[in-house]
């Protein structure tokens, strides 16, 4: 099992001192031998989550081209985006233009999107839950296309009509592609569908239910011909046992995820300076959960 660093809180200090921050923080990514480092695709803090809204939030791809920058071996990407922030053309040609910048390091991350407030203040269309899912799979499938040097043709979908899909420089290493989400019926399918890795946030607390969700996930690879094994399972949690200093405790809570399969756990941030989270509370843990045995 791998640790990585989901950075979704900037308010330890101020904006002048942010970039520093940042720099720090990769360093310390790197140092401990994170996997992951990500952030989310949120114009507004998440309010629903207790948050105040106007919480300092960065724009995504712009921290993560910073981060490419400042960083060699950890995986990046964002967690996740909102089908509906970027059209899907120029999103898959942001993620190319990342894993060229970065040396082959980019995760194409997309979800549904939920957060109706920031679509309004923004004046971003938010179309009903049914119509997002349909731009969703739609938008997978055109960044397979863009990511596919054979087809560089049109794509005619019910939302999204591209005339070419040329996509210059091509990755490095295709992006993996990254479903968030875990309803049963309409996400996981797609992740069985589409999906190089899924995440399962909301279910980091609880081994029983993420168990359950994979076993649907299992249903609808059986469904689609897939092999579950092709798709990486990774999970957020906020890392409540290393932010108290007791390692122990957490390498305990991570052993049944590992066993079902969970292959990349992804922190979340206390109210604390970034950096010193990273080396002081989840570096200590990197190399104790990397020996965690799994079912597979």
């Known amino acids: 099992m791998r640790l990585g660093a989901h950075l979704m809180r900037f308010d330890s200090v101020q904006p002048a001192q942010l ?21 989310m695709d949120h114009w507004f803090q998440m309010e629903p989550a207790g948050f105040p809204a106007y919480d300092p939030m960065l724009e995504a791809y712009t921290t993560l081209g910073y981060l490419a920058g400042r960083t060699e071996t950890v995986q990046l990407g964002v967690l996740v985006s909102g089908v509906t922030y970027r059209y899907p053309g120029l999103l898959a040609k942001i993620v190319a233009t990342l894993d060229v910048l970065s040396g082959g390091r980019a ?39 863009m990511y596919d040097p054979e087809r560089t043709g049109p794509y005619e979908g019910k939302h999204y009509r591209l005339a070419e899909t040329v996509c210059s420089p091509m990755p490095l290493s295709r ?22 890795a899924c995440n399962l946030n909301q279910y980091a607390n609880s081994p029983d239910v993420l168990r359950h969700k994979l076993d649907v996930l299992h249903g609808h690879c059986e469904d689609v011909g897939r092999d579950p094994a092709e798709i990486r399972v990774t999970m957020v949690h906020n890392g409540g046992a290393l932010i108290a200093g007791d390692v122990d405790a957490f390498v305990a809570e991570m052993r049944p995820y590992a066993a079902a399969g969970v292959d990349t756990v992804m922190l979340r941030p206390p109210a604390t300076p970034l ?19 799994s079912d597979d």
């Open 275 to 293: 950096a010193a989270w990273v080396r002081d509370a989840v570096a200590p843990a990197v190399a104790r959960v990397a020996e965690l045995p």
């Open 107 to 145: 995760t194409f991350g997309l979800g549904a999107a939920w957060y109706g407030r920031e679509h309004e203040a923004f004046g971003v269309p938010f179309p009903p839950l049914r119509e997002r899912f349909e731009m969703l799979e739609e938008a997978v499938q055109i960044a397979k296309q």
């Open 175 to 196: 992006p993996e592609i990254m479903i968030g989400g875990s309803g049963e019926k309409k996400t996981l399918r797609l992740v069985a569908q589409y999906a190089d």
């Open 19 to 39: 970039r520093q921050e940042l720099a720090d923080t990769a360093s310390a990514a790197e140092e401990a031998g994170l996997g992951w480092l990500s952030v």
